[in-house]
């Protein structure tokens, strides 16, 4: 599940900055989903938890032991 969860972080902050930085005029939407998805990184550095974990168990990926 560790990896898993780092390639789906990594994938979604790589075409966030890629939206981000293409176009001139880029909408705010954007730039939030950008700010929570940091933020959520900064939060599961100290709870050890991530939203995504939660889909990950029910598609049946196992964590590591």
């Known amino acids: 599940m560790d990896r898993a969860l780092r390639l789906t972080s990594g994938v979604f ?8 930085i293409l176009p001139s005029n880029v ?3 954007w730039k939030f989903f950008l700010l929570f998805m940091s933020l959520n990184q900064i ?6 938890w ?10 049946g990926i196992k964590e590591c032991e």
Not at 43 to 48: P, R, W
Not at 50 to 59: D, G, S, T
């Open 13 to 20: 902050l790589l075409l966030v900055l890629l939206i981000g």
């Open 27 to 29: 909408n705010w939407f």
């Open 43 to 48: 939060q599961s550095a100290f709870t050890n």
């Open 50 to 59: 991530c939203p995504v974990m939660v889909l990950y168990r029910k598609l």
